[in-house]
C-alpha cells in the first residue's frame, strides 16, 4: 500500500507522520509501516513513526507514535509538536487538547524561537514518582538503582518511563551500557525505560539519551521534561523559572512547575513530504517520491544550530 506522509522533526528528532483519521489499519500494520519507514538503511529513515489521529469529545485531535522496533510509546514530545501543527492545520485551531496513548496534553502555537522557524507549546503531566514499573520501589529520586550500573539516578514518569542520572560530564559509553540493560527488559523492568545523562550548565540544561526502542538519540522530547522537573525536585533548578535544554539535536524552552507539570516549547519543522510503497507482510518501504521540499524551514533551523555550536 501507498502511504503519504511529511518528514519533520521536532529538535532534531526526526520522523515520518501520517494523516491516519481516515486510515484503517491494525496495531500490527501500524507496527509494519513503523519499522519500514523507521529503517536507517531504507529510502526514508527516521527515529520512528507519528499518526495524526481522529479526537473526541474533549480532544480536537490525538496523535500515537511508533518506534523504529515497531513497539508503541505512550507519547513522544518532540513529535507531538509536529502532530500538533498537522493538527491545527486540519481543524483550523491554534490551541487544543491531543488525545494521547495513555494521557493527554495542551498544546498551542508560540512565539518563533527564530525567524521562520515554527514554534509549538506542549504542556504535559503531572509528572509521576511513583515507580513501581522499575522493581516495585515507592520512588526512587537520587538513589542507587540495582540493576544498573553508577548512578544515583531519579526515575519518573512523563508519561513514558525515564531513568535520569546528573552528571558532570555525559560518557557516552556508560550511558549505552545502562540503556543497553534497560532495553533489554530485565525482569525487573519488563516495559524498560529511557535513560538520560543529564548536564547542568549554569540556569541550563545539556540532555543526552538512550532511548527505549530506539537506542542513543540525538534528542527526545519526553526525556527533556523529565529531566526538567528532575532538575527542579532535587534543587539544580527552580520551579517556575524558565531555561533552555539542550541536546544533540538543538534545543527547547522548558519550564516545571511543583505540581509535576512541564511546558516545553520548541520547533515543529517540516523537511519534506512524499510518500511510499509499504510491504507490510515484510516491514520496508520502497518507490520513494519527494513531491515538495520546506527549504526555507531546514535552513532556518540549519541556522539555529549552527549559531547553537558556535557559542559551545
Same mark, same amino acid.
Given at each position: 500500500?501507498?502511504?503519504?506522509?511529511?518528514?519533520?522533526?521536532g529538535?532534531? !528528532?526526526d520522523f515520518?507522520?501520517?494523516?491516519?483519521?481516515a +486510515?484503517?489499519?491494525? !496495531?500490527?500494520?501500524? #507496527?509494519?509501516?513503523?519499522?519500514?519507514?523507521a529503517?536507517r538503511?531504507g529510502?526514508?529513515g527516521?527515529?520512528?513513526?507519528?499518526?495524526?489521529t481522529a479526537?473526541? #469529545?474533549?480532544? #480536537?485531535f490525538?496523535? %500515537?507514535?511508533?518506534?523504529?522496533?515497531?513497539?508503541?510509546? /505512550?507519547?513522544?514530545?518532540?513529535?507531538?509538536?509536529? =502532530?500538533?501543527?498537522?493538527?491545527?492545520?486540519?481543524?483550523?485551531? /491554534?490551541?487544543?487538547a491531543?488525545?494521547?496513548?495513555t494521557?493527554?496534553?495542551?498544546?498551542?502555537?508560540?512565539p518563533?524561537?527564530?525567524p521562520?522557524?515554527?514554534?509549538?507549546r506542549?504542556?504535559?503531566?503531572?509528572?509521576g514518582l511513583?515507580a513501581?514499573?522499575a522493581?516495585?520501589?515507592?520512588r526512587i @529520586?537520587e538513589s542507587? =538503582?540495582?540493576?544498573?550500573?553508577?548512578g544515583?539516578?531519579?526515575?519518573?514518569s512523563?508519561p513514558n518511563?525515564h531513568? +535520569?542520572h546528573?552528571?558532570h560530564q555525559?560518557? /557516552?559509553?556508560?550511558?549505552v551500557? @545502562?540503556? /543497553?540493560?534497560?532495553e533489554?527488559?530485565?525482569?525487573w523492568?519488563?516495559?524498560?525505560?529511557n535513560?538520560s545523562f543529564?548536564? @547542568?550548565?549554569?540556569?541550563?540544561?545539556?540532555v543526552?539519551?538512550?532511548?527505549?526502542?530506539v537506542?542513543?538519540?540525538?534528542?527526545?522530547?519526553? #526525556?527533556?521534561?523529565a529531566?526538567?522537573?528532575a532538575?527542579?525536585?532535587t534543587g539544580?533548578?527552580?520551579? $517556575?523559572?524558565g531555561f533552555?535544554v539542550?541536546?544533540a539535536g $538543538?534545543?527547547?524552552?522548558?519550564?516545571?512547575?511543583?505540581d509535576g507539570m512541564?511546558t516545553?516549547?520548541?520547533n515543529?519543522?517540516?523537511?519534506?513530504?512524499g510518500?511510499?510503497?509499504?510491504?507490510?507482510?515484510?516491514?520496508?518501504?520502497?518507490?520513494l %517520491?519527494?513531491?515538495?521540499h520546506? !527549504?526555507?524551514? +531546514?535552513?532556518?533551523?540549519?541556522?539555529? @544550530?549552527?549559531g547553537?555550536a558556535?557559542?559551545?
Amino acid at each position: 500500500m501507498r502511504i503519504d506522509f511529511v518528514k519533520c522533526h521536532g529538535s532534531g !528528532n526526526d520522523f515520518p507522520l501520517v494523516d491516519a483519521r481516515a +486510515i484503517a489499519l491494525s !496495531n500490527a500494520q501500524w #507496527a509494519a509501516v513503523a519499522r519500514a519507514l523507521a529503517d536507517r538503511a531504507g529510502p526514508v529513515g527516521s527515529d520512528g513513526l507519528l499518526l495524526l489521529t481522529a479526537g473526541d #469529545a474533549a480532544h #480536537a485531535f490525538g496523535m %500515537r507514535m511508533f518506534n523504529p522496533d515497531g513497539s508503541e510509546a /505512550e507519547t513522544c514530545l518532540n513529535g507531538l509538536r509536529c =502532530v500538533a501543527r498537522a493538527g491545527f492545520a486540519a481543524t483550523g485551531a /491554534e490551541a487544543a487538547a491531543v488525545k494521547l496513548a495513555t494521557s493527554s496534553a495542551e498544546v498551542a502555537r508560540a512565539p518563533d524561537l527564530a525567524p521562520g522557524i515554527v514554534t509549538i507549546r506542549e504542556t504535559v503531566g503531572p509528572a509521576g514518582l511513583d515507580a513501581h514499573w522499575a522493581g516495585g520501589a515507592d520512588r526512587i @529520586v537520587e538513589s542507587v =538503582v540495582p540493576g544498573l550500573p553508577g548512578g544515583p539516578y531519579t526515575a519518573l514518569s512523563i508519561p513514558n518511563p525515564h531513568f +535520569i542520572h546528573f552528571t558532570h560530564q555525559v560518557d /557516552e559509553a556508560a550511558l549505552v551500557a @545502562v540503556g /543497553e540493560i534497560c532495553e533489554a527488559a530485565p525482569a525487573w523492568l519488563p516495559a524498560r525505560a529511557n535513560v538520560s545523562f543529564v548536564e @547542568v550548565r549554569g540556569r541550563d540544561l545539556f540532555v543526552r539519551t538512550f532511548e527505549r526502542g530506539v537506542g542513543l538519540t540525538n534528542s527526545c522530547g519526553s #526525556a527533556m521534561a523529565a529531566s526538567a522537573y528532575a532538575a527542579c525536585l532535587t534543587g539544580r533548578l527552580s520551579f $517556575g523559572q524558565g531555561f533552555t535544554v539542550f541536546n544533540a539535536g $538543538g534545543l527547547v524552552m522548558a519550564e516545571a512547575a511543583a505540581d509535576g507539570m512541564v511546558t516545553l516549547a520548541g520547533n515543529a519543522t517540516f523537511e519534506w513530504e512524499g510518500s511510499a510503497e509499504i510491504d507490510l507482510a515484510q516491514g520496508r518501504a520502497g518507490d520513494l %517520491r519527494i513531491a515538495r521540499h520546506f !527549504n526555507d524551514e +531546514i535552513a532556518a533551523w540549519g541556522a539555529l @544550530v549552527d549559531g547553537i555550536a558556535t557559542k559551545k
